[in-house]
T-cell receptor
């Protein structure tokens, strides 16, 4: 399973765009990149998944460069409710029976 | 749909006691799993199941048993509770895409906070 590295914490003001970068240098050819969000006292929630280039949904965008050794989760115009821990995961294939959650990035949105 | 439900929400045990954490899903997902989350840590996989009657071990299976007699239910049993098992336990389920491959979109329950004294 590919190991991921992401910042432990980030602060941002309300209304700003937030970019969280994840490194995954030993990503395999058939690995997908998946991001989850976890609020305090709740289970993680799937945000977005991608394989290459750019993926966008109603919540976030995911940018993946050509070498796929990193990825960036972009949250547009964050609000206080986006304060959470964000996990970057790299799974063995489009679906993995053993997703590995690291410590994640704790995003604090400041008024 | 209720999604993934877990009971109880909170539980306190004494060392050596046994108990079962319940997990149910009403989405007809074939894949279900149990994770534990310790303070300041990510989630670690305990056991998982790819369908009724099929279970397998994850990263930290010792001290836990599972069974999957139906698609809906995936209980986690603590055989003899130890303080090291104090944690928050999450159950999750997932599905296969139209191509038949499991997706990475897992649906998590609200968690059970377990304290072992």
């Amino acid at each position: 399973l590919a190991k991921t590295t992401q910042p432990i914490s980030m602060d941002s003001y309300e209304g700003q765009e937030v970019n969280i970068t994840c490194s995954h240098n030993n990503i395999a050819t058939n690995d997908y990149i998946t991001w989850y969000q976890q609020f305090p006292s709740q289970g993680p929630r799937f945000i977005i998944q991608g394989y290459k280039t750019k993926v966008t949904n109603e919540v976030a965008s995911l940018f993946i460069p050509a070498d796929r050794k990193s990825s960036t989760l972009s949250l547009p115009r964050v609000s206080l409710s986006d304060t959470a821990v964000y996990y970057c995961l790299v799974g063995s294939g489009a679906g993995s029976y053993q997703l590995t959650f690291g410590k994640g990035t704790k995003l604090s949105v400041i008024p | 749909n209720a999604g993934v439900t877990q009971t109880p929400k909170f539980q306190v045990l004494k060392t050596g006691q046994s108990m079962t954490l319940q997990c149910a899903q009403d989405m007809n997902h074939e894949y279900m799993s149990w994770y534990r989350q310790d303070p300041g840590m990510g989630l670690r996989l305990i056991h998982y199941s790819v369908g009724a009657g099929i279970t397998d071990q994850g990263e930290v299976p010792n001290g836990y048993n599972v069974s999957r007699s139906t698609t809906e239910d995936f209980p986690l049993r603590l055989l003899s509770a130890a303080p090291s098992q104090t944690s928050v336990y999450f159950c999750a389920s997932s599905y296969s895409s139209a191509s038949g491959r499991l997706t990475n979109e897992q649906f998590f329950g609200p968690g059970t906070r377990l304290t072992v004294l």
